[in-house]
């Protein structure tokens, strides 16, 4: 069974900063893209950011200069460094992962119980 855990959620200050982390275990035969999606109070799940296993990056235009998205593939796991972090960041914090657990297999997409991320003016 495969399982993604994150960390590193919690209450900040606006301005303040936290890293998040999230490690895959399991049948892993490869790992694809990870990378990060949030749920505000009230608002649709959004995209963050993701990552290749080659390092290539995407993320979300508001949190550019901001946020950076990291992986170290012999650890299994993303991070998200979260810096000048404001209200409207307080969320849910989700990772992803694709995943293919044989050779023959073909990429699943999994995800993270969350981590909330509450930012105080």
């Known amino acids: 069974q495969v399982q993604l855990v994150e960390s590193g959620g919690g209450l900040v200050q606006a301005g303040g900063s936290l890293r998040l982390s999230c490690t895959a275990s399991?049948?892993?035969?490869?790992?694809?893209?990870m990378g990060w999606c949030r749920r505000a109070p009230g608002k649709q799940r959004e995209f963050i950011a993701n990552?290749?296993?080659?390092?290539?990056?995407k993320y979300l235009d508001s949190v550019k200069g901001r946020f950076t998205i990291s992986r170290d593939n012999d650890k299994n796991t993303v991070y998200l460094q979260m810096n000048s972090l404001q209200p409207e960041d307080t969320a849910v914090y989700y990772c992803?992962?694709?995943?293919?657990?044989?050779?023959?297999?073909?990429?699943?997409?999994?995800w993270g119980q969350g981590t909330l991320v509450t930012v105080s003016s």
């Open positions: 399991g049948s892993i035969f490869n790992l694809g893209v």
């Open positions: 992803h992962a694709d995943m293919k657990e044989s050779w023959f297999s073909t990429y699943q997409e999994h």
């Open positions: 990552i290749t296993s080659f390092g290539s990056a």
